[in-house]
């Protein structure tokens, strides 16, 4: 099978993986934002996500001969190796989970805050954990200053989003004494409703085009809530913050189960069962991420959470607005976590993390495409080029901390 060996090949990858797995959140929230309900959308992501892993495991777990020491994909399959199997399932479950939870978060905090919060959280635990389970084979001259930084940008995220809010506010304060002046019109209600499961074509995210309200508006604010399919105005940022902290622990607990999975650290395998190779492991792990994501969003089809609205398998069968970008999002996380896995393998699970850098991706698009912080004030500005300052320094510190696995 194919190995990355090389501390070289090990960055690439984990290039490579933090720009899908920067990417894929923002396919999801432009559904959202568009009104496509969110359990349609994962259900779609995560057809598409065990499919990254299988044809990984395919081709990169079967190519070159099989040795005991090494075998295959298939070979593996057949082995008495249960133990790291579930520790691999759960990684799995702990991924789907936080995956899960991002979606919703992302509706009530933000793409840009959400990433921060929950990434910085899974570099502060994940990456201490995977530290020691690798037996300390990353610098940690170098490796702890890289998750100081991140902390720093945790804080600047805060007031990133604690300052933005203020700025919606104010915005959308000024528009209603407008309104009640007789200077503008009247509130949302004067603001035409679409719907993206009808079959609707216009982009809410034209935010320059004519007849659209204008990005950063509070007209575009209100546009924004009458469309979307998770409804947030008047809800407390309570809710939000607590989902992007679960989502944050979810994410820490996933890579080091996977690291236990691959690396057997606690002895749990016979003597003479081979390790289970990342590709084997990675199967194993999507699997069962699959398996808890269908469980979950086909009861919130008919149960669904955070007052979103209810549906039912006819109506996800018959949703094919926007089915091809969820399809999308669930390949680019797909391939971007077996990347990261390939490459953590190689270097250390802990420099690996460093894709946890992935909020610079996700802001990145939250400003192109969604004109998160469009007319906000100086005092927003300067702290979003802060964080994402500190977030350059960090992936670039985690990745100097790269070691070689023996």
């Known amino acids: ?12 990858c984990m ?6 797995l920067g990417t894929w959140p923002a396919l999801l929230t432009l559904l959202e934002r568009r009104g496509r309900l969110p359990q349609h959308t994962y259900l779609d992501y995560t057809i598409t996500n065990l499919l990254a892993a299988v ?14 020491e090494m075998p295959d994909f298939l070979t593996q399959l057949s082995q008495d190796n249960w133990p790291s ?8 479950m702990v991924l789907s989970l936080g995956n899960l939870s991002t979606q919703y978060a992302w509706a009530f ?46 804080c600047l995220g805060s007031a990133v989003h ?8 104010t915005k959308l304060d000024d528009y209603s004494n407008d309104c009640k002046d007789g200077n503008g019109t009247n509130g949302i209600s004067s603001f035409k409703q679409t719907n993206f499961n009808t079959g609707s074509t216009n982009d809410l995210e034209d935010g320059g085009s004519s007849g659209k309200a204008k990005f950063g508006t509070a007209a575009f604010l209100i546009e924004l809530e009458n469309r979307r399919s998770i409804k947030v105005f008047g809800k407390g940022t309570f809710i939000g913050l607590a989902i992007t902290f679960f989502a944050g622990i979810c994410f820490s607990l996933f890579s080091p189960a996977f690291n236990l999975a691959t690396n057997d650290q606690w002895h749990t395998l016979k003597d003479g069962v081979p390790h289970l190779t990342v590709y084997t492991a990675f199967f194993y792990f999507s699997s069962f991420c699959f398996v808890i994501a269908m469980i979950l969003n086909l009861t919130f089809l008919y149960y669904p959470i955070l007052n979103a609205p209810k549906s039912s398998i006819k109506a ?9 970008w969820a399809l999308l999002a669930g390949l680019l996380c797909g391939f971007g976590n077996g990347l990261q896995f390939m490459g953590g393998q190689a270097a ?16 990145f698009w939250g400003v192109i495409l969604f004109g998160e912080y469009r007319r906000s004030s100086r005092k927003t500005y300067t702290l979003l080029a802060g964080m994402l300052f500190m977030f350059i320094v960090a992936v670039a510190i985690l990745m100097a901390s790269s070691g070689h696995r023996k």
């Open 348 to 363: 250390g699970y802990a420099a690996a993390d460093a894709v946890q850098a992935l909020p610079l991706v996700s802001t």
């Open 15 to 20: 290039l490579l993986s933090l720009l899908l």
């Open 1 to 12: 099978m194919y190995m990355v060996e090389s501390k070289g090949g090990a960055i690439a």
């Open 316 to 324: 996800y069968l018959n949703d094919w607005n926007g089915r091809g």
């Open 55 to 68: 044809i990984i495991a395919l081709t990169f777990g079967q190519f070159g001969p099989s040795t005991p």
């Open 162 to 169: 604690s300052s933005n809010n203020a700025d919606n506010k």
């Open 109 to 154: 905090v933000g793409l840009s805050v959400t990433e921060v919060v929950s990434a910085s959280i899974t570099v502060v635990i994940g990456t201490t954990l995977n530290y020691y389970l690798d037996d300390k084979i990353n610098k940690a001259e170098i490796l702890f200053p890289g998750v100081g930084c991140f902390l720093i940008a945790v």
């Open 85 to 92: 199997v579930l520790f691999a399932m759960a990684g799995g």
